[in-house]
């Protein structure tokens, strides 16, 4: 209800209630109801003109009520407007926002397939660090391994010259011993022609190796037996290289092995295995 019309409302029931008390005072009144109407027309003109005065007032009211409710529609229509214009920047900014989530989603998996990736890389990495480390410590113990062998390969060279040299030492040797045999075997043959009853209990030439020496009790154990022919009794030059060592007479025999005692002021040095062993001259 708008307000003029709340206006009239309450302009009508005024109207009505004064009516109604001019009734009630006349028909309570009626002999003095000239008098009283004369009054009562004097209030009801006052109240009249009171009653026009708030109409006037309430019209002023209202147009000024209607003044605000333009403005009101007018400030309604220009926040709608802006309602409007929000709404479409909204819908602009949720769907800027929606595209940011989902390029954001996106870049979060390539994130996380990127550093799967590192994770990948970095472990590809330390197991190749753990190989190349793998492979360094390979090669050290191979260039480890190679300078013992030309280490080895040197004393090798070194022994195998020497034992060349022991070889055309003892080849010289075998050379002067085959002279001797010759000449042994020349007067040996003499003797026999000259002495025909007489039976050889000569001596063999034979070479051996020392394989044992006892030299706290002048035990020496050479590298022939009976089966060689070695009888006790022999006797046996102890050489090394071209030095003489000492001299041995068998005094036990087996069948691949002898062992003799070193005799008495026929040592120049202790016996050593290895050591050269001929028949002496």
């Known amino acids: 209800m708008s307000t003029v019309a709340k206006i009239f409302v309450v302009l009508n029931f005024v109207l009505a209630a004064v009516f109604l008390g001019s009734a009630a005072a006349f028909l309570g009144h009626h002999d003095n109801w000239k008098v009283k109407h004369a009054k009562d027309t004097a209030d009801l ?9 708030q109409v006037g007032e309430l ?3 209202r147009d000024k009520l209607a003044g605000g409710v333009g403005l009101a529609n007018k400030d309604r ?11 479409t920047s909204y819908d602009t900014m949720k769907k800027s926002y929606d595209e940011l989530n989902a390029s954001l989603a996106n870049e979060s998996k390539a994130l996380q397939t990127a550093q799967s990736t590192i994770a990948n890389g970095r472990t590809l990495v330390d197991e190749l660090q753990k190989e190349r480390q793998t492979l360094i410590d390979s090669l050290t113990k191979a260039m480890e391994e190679k300078n013992a062998a030309i280490k080895m390969q040197n004393q090798l060279e070194l022994n195998l010259e020497q034992l060349q040299q022991a070889q055309t030492d003892m080849a010289a040797k075998l050379s002067t011993s085959d002279t001797a045999l010759q000449r042994t ?3 040996l043959t003499s003797i026999k022609a000259r002495l025909p009853g007489i039976s050889g ?6 070479q051996a190796k020392v394989l044992a020496a006892d030299n706290n009790e002048n035990i020496v154990v050479v590298s022939l037996g009976s089966e060689d022919g070695v009888k006790e009794g022999y006797k046996y030059t102890v050489s090394r290289g071209n030095q003489y060592v000492a001299t041995v007479q068998i005094t036990n025999v087996q069948a691949k092995q002898a062992a003799g005692k070193v ?6 040095s202790p016996v050593q295995p290895g050591d050269d062993a001929m028949t002496s001259r």
């Open 263 to 268: 005799l008495t002021g026929m040592s120049k």
């Open 59 to 61: 019209k002023s009211e």
């Open 185 to 187: 075997t020349f007067e």
């Open 201 to 206: 209990t000569e001596q063999p030439f034979q």
């Open 77 to 87: 229509d220009e926040a709608r407007s802006n309602a409007d214009v929000l709404k």
């Open 45 to 53: 003109t006052a109240k009249n003109n009171d009653l026009i005065k």
